[in-house]
C-alpha cells in the first residue's frame, strides 16, 4: 500500500495550500490534456493508457507533496518568485505519484484507489483479459513516469537548478523503488521500509526538491533533513494505523488493507513482540484473512495503538525542534510546521 | 518483443565503436556495483533485484545505441573532447534499455533474453510464486529506469546542457511506452509501432541525444532527423524478419517468437495482404501456435522477404542521402554510415 491523503486545511480557508491546489490542479488538466490528444493523434489505440493515468492523477488527493515543496522553498526564497517552477516540479511529483501508485496496486492486488478501480482492474475489464489489462496498467505506470520527469524538470525550472533537481527527483525514485521492493517482499526491516518508501518521497524527497528549486544552501539543508527525517517516519507510523484502522469511505482504499494482506507494519510488529504466546498464534492465524476484526482487535489489547501514538508525538517534536534554525527563513518554517500537524493528525 | 544487438564490427578491430564499448561497459559495471553495494546497506532484502538489472545490463549487447550517440555527437564536435558525458549517457541509455526488456518479457511473456532467463522468470524462480517474481521484476525495471535517469544526467555532462538532454532522454521514453502500448494491445498500426517504438528509441533518440550533448544546431538536427527516421523504419523491418526467421541460437531469443505470438508484424501483414484467400485463412490458423515452421514458409511464398528486403535498401538509401548535409563533420557522418549499413543486415 503506498499511502497519500491528508486534509490540508478546512474548505473555508483558501490559504497557500489552497492556492497551491488549484494551480497544480489547473496544469496537470492541462499536461495530461496535451498527453491524451498527443496520444490521439501519433498512437491512437494507447489511448485509453493516457486516460487512466489522467483519471487517476486529476480525482487526486489533497496534493500534500506539493504543500511540503513550496514550504522547503519558503524557506529559502519567497516562493512566489519561483512560482511556475514551484507548480510544474510539484506537477511532477503528483505524476510521479500516479506511476508508482498504478504499479503498485497491480502489485498488491488492490482494487479500489482514490474512490475509484485501480487502473489494472478497469484496464483488464476493458480489454477482457487480465493479463493484457495488467500489462496496460504497467505501461500507463510507465508513461506516468516519462511524464513526471517532464514536469520536474520543465522549461520553467532556471536553468542553472536543473542539475541539481534532477538529482533530488532521481534520488527519491531509487530509493522509493528499493523501499517498494522491501515492502512487496514482505522484508522484516521495517525501518528501512519506512525511510525508503514513506520517508523518502513523502517528505524528505519533495523537501529535497523544493530546496533544489529554491538553490538553497548546506547549512538549510541540514536543517529541512532534521525536520524530514523523523517526520517521515512519523507519517509512516500514522499510515501504519490507518492501514489497519482505517475503512473504505475514509481512506479510499479497502479497509484494513494491511491486515487483509498480512502487512509487517508497525502495528502488528508491536503486537508480535509484547502479547501473549497464545494470542500472539492467534494474530498470525488471522492476518492475511477475512477476520480483520479479529485481529484489529488483538492489536488494541497489545496496546499498539497508544504505544504508537505516542511514538508519533515525540517525532512530531523533534521534526518541529529542527524549525527552530536560523538559516531557515521564519515564513517556510511556519508552513512546514502547520504540514507536519496535520501529517501527524490526519485519519485518511 | 524488443530487440536489440547487432554486430558493430570483427573482434580483431579495436576502433571507435570497440572503445565505446569497453568504456560503456566499465562504467556500467562501477555503476551497477555501486548500486549493489547501496542496497546492500540500505535495503538487503531487495540486493536480488540490482543483482537481476545488473546481470541482464551486463550481458547485454553490442552497445549499438552508445554508438550512434557517439557518431551524432561526432557530427558536431570531437566525440573526445566530450568523452565523460558521452559514456555516462550511453550508459543511461543501455540502463534505459534494461528497464524496457524487463516490462517488456514479463509482458510478452518471454522466457529468453540475452542468452539467459528473462527476470521475471529468474524472480518468480527465486521467490517460489509467480506474482511475487513478476512484482519484483518489474521493480527491477523501474529501478533500471531511475538509474537510466541518473546517468543520462550525470555530473559529467555540461551543466549548461543538462535541460536539453534530459529533453532528449524523456521524449524517447514518451515515444517509446506509447509504442510499446500499441504492441501489447496488437494494434493494427504497424507503422506508429515502427516510429514510436523502435524508430524513437534505437535510432531518433540515442541521435537526438548526442545532437543535445554536443549543443548541436538547428540545422545538424534537421539533417540527423533526416538520417534517423527512414533508418529506424529500416532497422524494425530487419527486426520483424529476424523475429520472424531468427532462431534461438543467433539471436538469444526465442525462435520465430513474432509468429508464435500472432504478432502482426511487418512480414505477416505483407502476407496478409498478398496472399491467396486459403493461404491467408491458413497463415491466421497457424499464427500464435507452434506450428511456426508452416507459418514461415507461407511468408516466403507470399514474396514478403524478398519485399521487405527491396524496402529495407530503399531506406538505407533515403538515410545515407540525408548525410550529405554539409551541416554535418565528415567524420561522424563516416561513422553514422557505418552504422547505418550495420544495422540494415545484422542477422540478430
Known amino acids: 500500500m503506498t499511502s497519500e491523503s491528508m486534509t490540508l486545511g478546512t474548505a473555508t480557508q483558501l490559504d497557500v495550500f489552497e492556492d497551491l491546489r488549484r494551480r497544480v490542479d489547473t496544469r496537470l488538466e492541462g499536461v495530461l490534456d496535451e498527453a491524451e490528444a498527443e496520444a490521439a493523434r501519433r498512437a491512437k489505440d494507447a489511448v485509453e493508457t493516457v486516460v487512466q493515468v489522467r483519471d487517476l492523477t486529476l480525482r487526486g488527493g489533497k496534493r500534500m507533496r506539493p504543500a511540503m515543496l513550496l514550504a522547503a522553498v519558503e524557506c529559502v526564497v519567497e516562493w512566489k518568485t519561483l512560482a511556475a517552477a514551484v507548480v510544474d516540479t510539484s506537477c511532477g511529483i503528483e505524476l510521479l505519484q500516479t506511476y508508482l501508485l498504478i504499479h503498485d496496486d497491480w502489485m498488491d492486488g488492490d482494487t479500489v484507489r482514490r474512490g475509484g478501480a485501480t487502473v489494472h482492474v478497469s484496464l483488464a475489464k476493458r480489454y477482457g483479459d487480465e493479463h493484457l489489462g495488467a500489462s496496460a496498467a504497467i505501461l500507463a505506470g510507465d508513461f506516468a513516469s516519462a511524464m513526471a520527469q517532464d514536469l520536474a524538470l520543465s522549461h520553467n525550472v532556471p536553468k542553472g537548478r536543473v542539475f541539481d533537481v534532477a538529482r533530488a527527483f532521481i534520488a527519491m525514485q531509487r530509493e ?12 522484516s526491516d521495517i525501518e528501512a521500509i519506512h525511510d525508503l518508501k514513506t520517508g523518502s518521497y513523502t517528505v524528505r524527497g519533495p523537501i529535497a526538491l523544493g530546496h533544489a528549486l529554491a538553490g538553497g544552501s548546506a547549512e538549510q539543508w541540514a536543517a529541512l533533513v532534521a525536520f524530514a527525517n523523523p517526520l517521515g517516519v512519523a507519517f509512516q507510523l500514522r499510515d501504519d494505523l490507518i492501514g489497519a484502522f482505517g475503512d473504505e469511505k475514509e481512506t479510499g482504499k479497502s479497509a484494513a488493507s494491511d491486515l487483509r494482506q498480512a502487512k509487517m507494519s508497525a502495528p502488528v510488529r508491536w ?18 484473512t477475512d477476520q480483520y476484526v479479529r485481529a484489529q482487535e488483538l492489536l488494541i489489547e497489545s496496546g499498539a495503538v497508544e504505544g504508537i501514538e505516542r511514538r508519533i508525538d515525540e517525532l512530531e517534536a523533534k521534526a518541529l525542534a529542527a524549525l527552530e534554525s536560523p538559516a531557515l527563513r521564519r515564513e517556510g518554517a511556519r508552513l512546514l510546521a502547520r504540514l507536519a500537524a496535520m501529517m501527524c493528525k490526519r485519519k485518511k
Open 176 to 187: 522509493v523503488v528499493l523501499g517498494q521492493t522491501l515492502d512487496v517482499l514482505n522484508s
Open 271 to 288: 503486537a508480535l513482540e509484547r502479547l501473549p504466546e497464545d494470542r500472539k498464534s492467534e494474530l498470525r492465524a488471522v492476518l492475511g
